[in-house]
Nanobody
Framework: QVQLVESGGGLVQAGGSLRLSCAAS????????MGWFRQAPGKEREFVAALRWRGTSTYYADSVKGRFTISRDNAENTLYLKMNSLKPEDTAVYYCAADENYSPNFAATIKYDYWGQGTQVTVSS
């Protein structure tokens, strides 16, 4: 089992920045991929970014490419999402997730085995 706890959400004005953190604990050695997803009210949960836990590959949704950066600290078992140039449409609950198996479909929520409880990000215009 892997436990994930997000932090760092909050209220920010459009154009501002936030950094989200996701602390992983438990059997972290089984993690293959970690990702960030978000869910706005009335919408489905959508992919934001992902990375291979012990590799160099990173992946981004088109809507955040160039503005968001996903990174990790393996020693601290922590995943990060630095969000710059935030827009009101980025408002959502942000979740981190972990997949213990390799999958080329890193953007599919169904592929992830473990989820955090989410952290709210609100961007005001």
């Amino acid at each position: 089992q892997v436990q994930l706890v997000e932090s760092g959400g909050g209220l920010v004005q459009a154009g501002g920045s936030l950094r989200l953190s996701c602390a992983a604990s438990g059997r972290t050695f089984i993690i293959y991929t970690m990702g960030w997803f978000r869910q706005a009210p009335g919408k489905e949960r959508e992919f934001v970014a992902a990375l291979r836990w012990r590799g160099t590959s990173t992946y981004y949704a088109d809507s955040v490419k160039g503005r968001f950066t996903i990174s990790r600290d393996n020693a601290e078992n922590t995943l990060y999402l630095k969000m710059n140039s935030l827009k009101p449409e980025d408002t959502a609950v942000y979740y981190c997730a972990a997949d213990e198996n390799y999958s080329p479909n890193f953007a599919a929520t169904i592929k992830y085995d473990y989820w955090g409880q989410g952290t709210q990000v609100t961007v005001s215009s």
